[in-house]
């Protein structure tokens, strides 16, 4: 049985990054560029004008003002996005345009329209504008050859606008992982099927499918997999040919019919561990089989998504090339005292609250590795290290936040401890 820790660098020694592929940028959002990505094209491609009004050549309105305007001729219909303008501007001519219209030649500034007055075919104009102004340049975002998005940066909306802005549809990222759910046991019943004696609903599919969903990969749901060796076996192969990842739940114990360590194994996968000191999940197994890694969970509810959130979560970010964000930690206070056994870490759910400026924690109630409803009503983990046998009311904890702080005081039931 080795440490949570050691667990943890054996994996994310084990895990590796996926392979770069083209995808479009429709589906980038939040993934890591694998090389630098270069312009081809100036943006914008034209000077075009920054808003409605007249462009003109700016010397031909140097005297313009409030009270001693200046007439200009105007020239052609007025120039709007999207057009192409013919006519050069000489001495003396104006021609209407709108914004985002690319700028005539001959013209080096555009007056606003709310210092002008059209008037049949000619414009008054009172003020004076020096050249280049109210014209957004050719290649003023950017221009051609240059870097628009660096190797292993995170790709945001913005990142995707540039991209779209340049015609580029495609770019090499390192892509999402696909991940395999296969949840193992005769008990297990889909949500839609009745209950009968002995069977329990199968809701370790739909919580590791939304922890895999959460954290920016694809899950592939394998639905429910008898306690049957030649069943998981065949499940197992034809997940290697399909995902980079696969889940498995229940099966990893020590039972009569806890067929799944013992099937994967005989596979020919190599077993890096098989227990770990924590509680919930102390039967989690894990391997690496056509380098693709295989994550054996236990059965209960809660074992699992403790053991998704400490393992498979950072793996998953390993393999998309993403700098791990962990979650935030926090002190509080003990809001009651827990007594712990020695020789395991514990990760107790708990909630995290603010009462009087102060942050304080209480548990969910049960801590059983069953109790689906202590993850649901928790707001964070509380790690306890082995050593520590005793937490008294008040003494400081870290706890790692799943979710936001409530910001009302929590009721203390002696009967939830």
Same mark, same amino acid.
């Given at each position: 049985?080795?440490t949570p820790?050691k667990?943890?660098?054996?994996?994310? %020694?084990?895990?590796l990054?996926?392979?770069?592929?083209?995808?479009h *940028? /429709?589906?980038?959002?939040g993934l890591? =560029? $694998?090389?630098?990505?270069?312009?081809?094209?100036?943006?914008p491609?034209?000077?075009n004008?920054?808003?409605?009004?007249?462009?003109?050549?700016?010397?031909?309105?140097?005297?313009?003002?409030p009270k001693?305007?200046v007439?200009?001729?105007?020239?052609?219909?007025?120039?709007?996005?999207?057009?192409?303008?013919?006519?050069?501007?000489k001495?003396?001519?104006?021609?209407?345009?709108?914004?985002?219209?690319?700028?005539?030649q001959?013209?080096?500034?555009?007056?606003?329209?709310e210092?002008?007055?059209?008037?049949?075919?000619?414009?008054?104009?009172?003020?004076?504008?020096?050249?280049n102004m109210?014209?957004?340049?050719?290649?003023?975002?950017?221009?051609?050859?240059d870097?628009?998005?660096?190797k292993?940066k995170?790709?945001?909306?913005a %990142?995707?606008?540039?991209?779209a802005?340049?015609?580029m549809?495609? *770019? /090499?990222v390192?892509?999402?992982?696909? =991940? $395999?759910?296969?949840?193992?046991?005769d008990?297990?019943?889909?949500?839609?099927?009745?209950?009968?004696?002995?069977?329990?609903?199968?809701?370790?599919?739909?919580?590791?499918?939304?922890?895999v969903?959460?954290?920016?990969?694809?899950?592939?749901?394998?639905?429910?997999?008898?306690?049957?060796?030649e069943?998981i076996?065949?499940?197992i192969?034809?997940a290697?040919?399909?995902?980079?990842?696969?889940?498995?739940?229940?099966?990893?114990?020590?039972?009569?019919?806890?067929?799944?360590?013992?099937?994967?194994?005989?596979?020919?996968?190599?077993?890096?561990?098989?227990?770990i000191?924590?509680?919930?999940?102390?039967?989690?197994?894990?391997w690496?089989?056509?380098?693709?890694p295989?994550?054996?969970?236990?059965?209960n509810?809660?074992?699992?998504?403790?053991?998704?959130?400490?393992?498979?979560?950072p793996?998953?970010?390993?393999?998309?090339?993403?700098?791990f964000?962990?979650?935030?930690?926090?002190?509080?206070?003990?809001?009651?005292?827990?007594?712990?056994?020695?020789?395991?870490?514990h990760?107790?759910?708990?909630?995290?609250?603010?009462?009087?400026?102060?942050?304080?924690?209480?548990?969910?109630?049960d801590?059983?590795?069953?109790?689906?409803?202590?993850?649901?009503?928790?707001?964070?983990?509380?790690?306890?290290p082995?050593?520590k046998?005793?937490?008294?009311?008040?003494?400081?904890?870290?706890v790692?936040?799943?979710?936001?702080?409530?910001?009302?005081p929590?009721?203390?039931r002696?009967?939830?401890?």
């Amino acid at each position: 049985m080795i440490t949570p820790e050691k667990a943890l660098q054996i994996i994310l %020694d084990s895990i590796l990054v996926l392979k770069p592929e083209d995808v479009h *940028i /429709s589906e980038i959002l939040g993934l890591v =560029v $694998a090389k630098d990505v270069f312009s081809e094209e100036n943006i914008p491609p034209f000077d075009n004008s920054a808003m409605d009004g007249f462009a003109v050549r700016s010397k031909d309105t140097k005297e313009a003002s409030p009270k001693d305007p200046v007439t200009l001729i105007l020239r052609g219909e007025a120039v709007a996005a999207g057009d192409t303008p013919e006519i050069k501007l000489k001495k003396q001519i104006a021609m209407e345009i709108m914004t985002g219209a690319p700028v005539p030649q001959g013209a080096d500034t555009v007056i606003p329209v709310e210092f002008c007055k059209k008037l049949g075919d000619r414009v008054i104009i009172y003020t004076h504008y020096p050249a280049n102004m109210n014209i957004r340049k050719a290649g003023e975002d950017i221009r051609r050859d240059d870097k628009v998005l660096e190797k292993n940066k995170i790709v945001y909306p913005a %990142d995707i606008g540039v991209l779209a802005s340049l015609g580029m549809d495609k *770019i /090499s990222v390192f892509p999402k992982p696909n =991940v $395999a759910i296969l949840c193992t046991g005769d008990e297990l019943v889909d949500i839609k099927e009745p209950l009968t004696p002995g069977k329990i609903r199968n809701s370790n599919l739909y919580s590791l499918s939304a922890q895999v969903e959460e954290v920016g990969a694809l899950p592939l749901e394998y639905g429910i997999i008898k306690d049957d060796p030649e069943e998981i076996k065949e499940k197992i192969t034809d997940a290697l040919e399909k995902v980079d990842l696969i889940i498995t739940s229940g099966g990893v114990s020590m039972g009569e019919y806890d067929y799944v360590k013992k099937t994967i194994t005989e596979m020919g996968a190599d077993l890096k561990f098989w227990k770990i000191a924590q509680r919930p999940g102390l039967p989690m197994a894990f391997w690496i089989l056509d380098d693709k890694p295989i994550f054996g969970l236990p059965g209960n509810p809660v074992s699992v998504m403790v053991c998704f959130e400490n393992y498979i979560r950072p793996s998953i970010f390993k393999m998309m090339n993403k700098k791990f964000q962990p979650r935030q930690i926090i002190k509080a206070k003990m809001a009651h005292p827990i007594k712990n056994k020695r020789g395991r870490v514990h990760f107790v759910r708990v909630i995290v609250y603010r009462e009087r400026d102060e942050l304080w924690v209480k548990t969910t109630g049960d801590q059983g590795s069953g109790i689906l409803k202590s993850m649901a009503k928790a707001n964070g983990i509380l790690t306890i290290p082995y050593e520590k046998s005793f937490i008294e009311r008040g003494e400081y904890v870290e706890v790692k936040m799943l979710k936001p702080i409530l910001k009302t005081p929590i009721p203390i039931r002696i009967e939830d401890f």
